[in-house]
Nanobody, 117 residues
Framework: QVQLVESGGGLVQPGGSLRLSCAAS????????MGWYRQAAGKQREVVAA???????NYADSVKGRFTISRDNAKNTVSLQMNSLKPEDTADYYC???????????WGQGTQVTVSS
């Protein structure tokens, strides 16, 4: 089992910044991938950014150049620095942990990000 605890999120004006963090605990083995998904009201959950334990990253096109994912393998944490936020970034953001060949992946409880003036 893996437990994910998120922090960060909140209300920010357009153009502002926020930082999300997620700490994983439990049966943490490598290789693994940790990342962030988001789900806006009435929409499907979508990947925002992900980073493998080896350092490979991928981003949704909509956030490239604005968001940066980083992780600390020693502490089993992953962070998402979100800059130049737009109203369309408003969503619930979820931390995700996944391992190749594992029967399931794991999710955090979600944290709300609202971008509004």
């Amino acid at each position: 089992q893996v437990q994910l605890v998120e922090s960060g999120g909140g209300l920010v004006q357009p153009g502002g910044s926020l930082r999300l963090s997620c700490a994983a605990s439990g049966r943490i083995f490598r290789p693994n991938t940790m990342g962030w998904y988001r789900q806006a009201a009435g929409k499907q959950r979508e990947v925002v950014a992900a980073m493998s334990s080896g350092g490979s990253t991928n981003y949704a096109d909509s956030v490239k150049g604005r968001f940066t994912i980083s992780r600390d393998n020693a502490k089993n944490t992953v962070s998402l620095q979100m800059n130049s936020l737009k109203p369309e970034d408003t969503a619930d953001y979820y931390c995700n942990f996944w391992r190749p060949g594992a029967p399931k992946d794991y999710w955090g409880q979600g944290t709300q990000v609202t971008v509004s003036s």
